[in-house]
């Protein structure tokens, strides 16, 4: 039975306390698991839980039905040479232009030797 806290992220749609939601209601990760995509419709309900600890606040989950899902668009090969672009630009260095096998982190903007060289000589 659904019921409406009141500090809910979607007051206009269902809640559900955390793993209790109904049968043909799914998240985003599990329809794609079932090869699924949301296709456009609106989110139908949510679960929420409260987090202690570290984490305090709530966590949400918004559902989707199954049988208003379109199937996963299938990859093409422009689409596939775009994502392969995009993901040697997340491993390449804009400073010293060399590819790494990892992506860069993104809080440094740089590769870790461009980072620690510019605050060695800041210092």
Not at 19 to 33: I, K, S, V, W
Request: aromatic share 6%.
């Amino acid at each position: 039975m659904p019921r409406q806290p009141s500090d809910s992220a979607n007051p206009l749609v269902s809640t559900y306390p955390w793993r209790f939601a109904p049968d043909g209601y799914t998240t985003r990760r599990q329809l794609r698991e079932r090869g699924l995509r949301p296709g456009g419709q609106p989110v139908a309900a949510q679960v929420m839980r409260r987090h202690r600890g570290r984490k305090a606040g709530v966590q949400v989950a918004y559902l989707y039905r199954i049988d208003l899902a379109k199937p996963v668009r299938p990859m093409t090969s422009r689409r596939c040479g775009a994502l392969a672009l995009a993901m040697l630009a997340r491993r390449t260095c804009p400073e010293c232009r060399v590819i790494y096998s990892y992506c860069l982190p993104t809080s440094l903007g740089m590769c870790i030797l461009c980072a620690h060289s510019e605050e060695q000589r800041v210092a």
